[in-house]
Structures are given as structure tokens and as C-alpha cells.
């Protein structure tokens, strides 16, 4: 049963940073893509930022760039968001999402999400 599990959510006042992190676990073939998504109260869920790991190409929603990074750690399977200069808008819940095949899956990918993960900058 593959799961991603992400951490390092919290409270931070404005300019701060927070680092998150996203776990993938389980019996894994191979992963195409790992993203940060956000939804913040009342609106619909973002994306905050993608790797295309076949392409080795990142991509960032105009809000967070320059001040967020995106990174993997392609030998513990686990997707990272570091975000600096944090604002009160950057004030979500925060989900990693992950398009990769299990093992024994065939070749087609699949999404998954994590639970989410709470992110709250204080003015």
C-alpha cells in the first residue's frame, strides 16, 4: 500500500521559514511526478510546486517563486518544500501528491495524496 506522509507543517510569523516534508512509502516501481498543492480556507486547492522527475524539470506557481524550493531525495523517496519569506496568503493546508507506479501495477501512473499538512504565517 503505497502512502505519502507529510510533515514540518506549523505556525511562523511573516518573513519566517518552514520546511516541509513528504514521505512516499511502500512498494514503488517508479515515480513521475511529486507536488506540493495548498488550499487555503474557502478556496480551491493550488499547485505550489512540481517536479517531473522523467524530464528533470520544476515548475512554481508565480506567488511562491523566489521564495520557495523544491527538492527530492531520490534514495529515501521523499519530496521536500522549503519555503522562506513566508506571507499570511501562504497560510494553507498544504498536500504532497505523487503520480508513480506501485509495483506489479502496470505501466499506467496513479495519483496519490497525502492527508495534508497545516501551515499557518502570522502577521
Known amino acids: 500500500q503505497v502512502q505519502l506522509v507529510e510533515s514540518g507543517g506549523g505556525l511562523v510569523q511573516a518573513g519566517g521559514s518552514l520546511r516541509l516534508s513528504c514521505a512516499a512509502s511502500?512498494?514503488?516501481?517508479?515515480?513521475?511526478?511529486m507536488g506540493w498543492y495548498r488550499q487555503a480556507p474557502g478556496k480551491q486547492r493550488e499547485l505550489v510546486a512540481e517536479?517531473?522527475?522523467?524530464?528533470?524539470?520544476?515548475n512554481y506557481a508565480d506567488s511562491v517563486k523566489g521564495r520557495f524550493t523544491i527538492s527530492r531525495d531520490n534514495a529515501k523517496n521523499t519530496l521536500y518544500l522549503q519555503m522562506n519569506s513566508l506571507k499570511p496568503e501562504d497560510t494553507a493546508v498544504y498536500f504532497c501528491?505523487?503520480?508513480?507506479?506501485?509495483?506489479?501495477?502496470?505501466?499506467?501512473?496513479?495519483?496519490?495524496w497525502g492527508e495534508g499538512t497545516l501551515v499557518t504565517v502570522s502577521s
Open positions: 501528491a505523487a503520480n508513480l507506479i506501485p509495483v506489479g501495477a502496470g505501466r499506467n501512473g496513479m495519483d496519490y
Open positions: 517536479t517531473i522527475i522523467s524530464l528533470s524539470r520544476t
Open positions: 511502500g512498494s514503488i516501481f517508479r515515480i513521475n511526478t
